[in-house]
């Protein structure tokens, strides 16, 4: 079991800067999953952790010891690849038993942990096998079981079922989920894959360019996205974003939303509230998830008229993409609601859904409307 504490890292390859001053805590039996885009930094953080890349300036230090002088192997951390990595010539069972043996344990011993460990995987009867004839989600659970065998104090995955199909990845997710429960060693997991990152994460570090961008639960981050990038890498359909103007009319506040596009009903504390952020000067940009884009066929209190453009049925749910101004606001409706492309529908804008951004620096004005 292990604390991992990351205090202003940097990491140069040459003049390039891919790790820039990222703190970070890691608490003790915690699930981390760091997730960004493809060379945000992540995977070279992680390396980091294991000792596998040196750090140019800043400390890591696991259960209170700076360990960027020690070497991967006395950091007693293991590691988990993308690809399965696993010993070709050696049965299942040799490949989990293979740190047990390295460590010169009895051949009781590693008999008793490579069960435990195979049983807890469900890969039992798989032991006597060769990786070549094992599936992909197979072989990943091998790579895992030789990771926990040794119990260590922490264990590193980068994209461990990145390359399995989606119905296995679905599967593993769960069991991964399963094994953290029942193991509960600090673990720290990679992946582009936000879905992946919601379902098994305790907290999530999100990061871009090398920066870290915010670090909460999958529900904080969902909710309540500290930047603009934030809020469009979490959550799918992605959330809709666009430029907006406020308008005041007696005691009635409205949003005019993007470029020359109609204006919907807010509550009328909104101006106070945005001027009382200090921010957005630069101009606000509006944010909401499509679920917060209420569709009706008839006119209502608040509704504004808009055409549908496009209809993505996903099965549960359609995604509706609303014209308004130059570009569209993407509504989520139960299946079949909007008949057809053309037809004019009256939306509005569900306020306890909204976010507000400063549109230069992207950082959110942190208003959360109520009902
Ligand atoms: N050994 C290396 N030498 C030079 N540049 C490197 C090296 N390893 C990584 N990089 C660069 O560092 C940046 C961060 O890479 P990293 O692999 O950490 O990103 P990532 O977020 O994990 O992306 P991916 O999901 O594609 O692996 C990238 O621009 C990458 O090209």
């Given at each position: ?106 051949k ?38 030789r ?17 399995l ?62 930047n603009l ?59 909401i ?5 209420v ?76 009902g």
């Amino acid at each position: 079991m292990a604390e991992i504490v990351l205090s202003n890292v940097q990491k140069f390859f040459g003049a390039v800067q891919v790790i820039r001053d990222l703190n970070l805590t890691i608490a003790d039996r915690e699930f981390v999953v760091l997730l960004g885009p493809s060379g945000c930094g992540k995977t070279t953080t992680l390396r980091a952790i294991a000792g596998l890349e040196d750090i140019s300036s800043g400390e890591i230090r696991i259960d209170g010891k700076p360990v960027q002088d020690l070497e991967a192997s006395e950091r007693d951390i293991a590691f988990v690849f993308q690809l399965y990595a696993l010993y070709p010539h050696l049965t299942v069972f040799e490949n989990i038993a293979f740190p047990l043996r390295a460590a010169g344990e009895s051949k009781a011993d590693v008999d008793r942990q490579v069960r435990v460990v195979a049983s807890a995987l469900d890969i039992t009867h798989l032991l006597q096998k060769r990786p070549s004839a094992l599936s992909g989600g197979d072989m990943q659970r091998v790579a895992i079981g030789r990771a926990l065998v040794r119990r260590p104090k922490a264990i590193l995955m980068d994209e461990p079922i990145g390359a399995l199909d989606a119905k296995l990845r679905e599967d593993m997710r769960s069991e991964l989920k399963r094994l953290h429960i029942e193991n509960k060693a600090t673990s720290v997991y990679v992946t582009h894959d936000q879905v992946e990152a919601m379902s098994l994460a305790d907290r999530i570090v999100v990061m871009s360019e090398g920066v870290l961008q915010q670090v909460g639960s999958p529900i904080e981050v969902y909710q309540n996205p500290a930047n603009l990038f934030v809020a469009q890498f979490i959550g799918s359909p992605v959330m809709n974003i666009a430029t907006a103007r406020l308008e005041t009319d007696g005691g009635a506040a409205r949003l005019r939303v993007g470029d020359g596009g109609e204006a919907f009903a807010m509550p009328a504390d909104l101006p106070a509230r945005i001027a009382a952020s200090g921010r957005g000067g630069e101009g606000i940009s509006l944010g909401i998830r499509p679920e917060g884009v209420v569709v009706a066929r008839q006119p209502m209190e608040g509704t504004v008229p808009l055409e549908a453009h496009i209809i993505e049925p996903l099965g549960a749910y359609d995604i509706v993409d609303l014209k308004v101004g130059s570009g569209v606001l993407r509504a989520r409706t139960a299946s079949g609601f909007v008949e057809k492309a053309g037809d004019t529908v009256f939306a509005r804008l569900d306020a306890t859904q909204t976010h507000f951004f400063d549109t230069k620096s992207g950082q959110s004005l942190a208003i959360r409307l109520g009902g």
